[in-house]
């Protein structure tokens, strides 16, 4: 089982970071997949989510910000972030939509990455 996630990093507020996520084939086909974000103190929570036929859902917090992408050939899903703010910081994850739940019944989650809008 595979979700790595990878691009995140330390940006001005109003600027662009790309997020990408590798995941594994049997976690990727035919789900839908999504992107969550947990800052410090604070719970996870859902930031955008997209269909393997490409139909997307956004938070409110990021609709018109975020945009929410997968190359189902390359078994990767991407989060093109823009205009973005402080509050945005956080770490990022990719999973399915709801979580991936291993046969143990736990959910799992991969390696996040780190993303800091300063002010």
């Known amino acids: 089982v595979q979700l790595q996630a990878s691009g995140g990093g330390l940006v001005q507020a109003g600027g662009t970071l790309r997020l990408s996520c590798a995941a594994s084939?049997?976690?990727?086909?035919?789900?839908?997949m999504a992107w969550y974000r947990q800052a410090p103190g604070k719970q996870r929570e859902l930031v955008a989510t997209i269909t393997s036929l490409g139909n997307t859902n956004y938070a409110d917090s990021v609709k018109g910000r975020f945009t929410i992408s997968r190359d189902n050939a390359k078994n990767t899903v991407y989060l093109q972030m823009n205009s973005l703010k402080p509050d945005d910081t956080a770490v990022y994850y990719c999973n399915t939509a709801p979580a991936y739940r291993n046969p143990m019944g736990v959910d799992y989650w991969g390696q996040g990455t780190q993303v800091t809008v300063s002010s």
């Open positions: 084939r049997s976690i990727f086909t035919l789900n839908r």
